[in-house]
């Protein structure tokens, strides 16, 4: 299947400083890039599509201005989270849609390994 | 609202059995159903599912929909303890949205 990377892995910061991840799909592009947070026993809960070249879609309840999402490549999204706050601390978990290429399926979604994040 | 809703939450077996596990769903302009395996970091893959009454098998996982009932089950045979892991189900629809349930936790006891 599909490879998608994200960027750090794990992070630790201070209150009001802002973080950004980076997920890429390694060996296809993608259009369309969905960023997830999931907390502690909890599934994942959508948080933005990232649409390449175009403004992304957020989730009724998730601020635009908190979850910057910036898709400006194929191969390339990023979510920055501005002004991080403690209950901003969860595993943010982007994924990837193949859209033409041998792992295309209109809903299959390949994840990237997630990244922890811990605002202290 | 869409929703899905899997059963059980958790299940504890020993190695060798079989397991069942349930997928309801309810998305709008429902395109597929999809399968992961959770284990210490993101989800993988299992399977998509489209079209009713057909079994998609991997191995000793296997699984199928029906539309009609908007029901999904995975079946996992002869259980190792390498299938313990957090199993999600999803619901996709027309614009390539996928709405998750909350999972079923597996434990495969030695």
């Known amino acids: 299947g599909a490879v998608v990377s994200q960027h750090p892995s794990r992070v630790i910061c201070k209150s009001g400083t802002s973080v950004k991840i980076e997920c890429r799909s390694l060996?296809?592009?993608?259009?369309?890039m969905f960023w997830y947070r999931q907390f502690p026993k909890k599934s994942l809960m959508l948080m933005a599509t990232?649409?390449?070249?175009?403004?992304?879609?957020?989730e009724q309840g998730v601020e635009k201005d908190k979850f910057l999402i910036n898709h400006a490549s194929l191969t390339l999204s990023t979510l920055t989270v501005t002004s991080a706050h403690p209950e901003d601390s969860s595993f943010y978990i982007c994924s990837a849609r193949d859209e033409g290429g041998r792992n295309s399926g209109y809903n299959e979604q390949f994840f990237g390994p997630g990244t922890r994040l811990t605002v202290l | 609202e869409d929703k899905v809703v899997q059963s059980p939450l958790s299940l504890v077996v020993h190695e060798g059995d079989t397991v069942t596990l349930n997928c309801s769903y309810e998305?709008?302009?429902?395109?597929?159903l999809l399968w992961y395996k959770q284990e210490k970091k993101a989800p993988t893959f299992l399977f998509m599912l489209t079209s009713s009454g057909i079994e998609k098998k991997s191995g000793r996982l296997s699984s199928i929909l029906d539309k009609k009932e908007l029901f999904s089950i995975l079946n996992i045979t002869a259980t190792q303890t390498g299938d313990s892991a957090v199993y999600l189900c999803a619901g996709g629809g027309s614009q390539g949205n996928l709405i998750f349930g909350k999972g079923t936790k597996l434990s495969v006891k030695p």
């Open positions: 990232s649409n390449e070249g175009s403004k992304a879609t957020y």
């Open positions: 060996d296809f592009q993608a259009t369309t």
């Open positions: 998305v709008t302009n429902f395109r597929s």
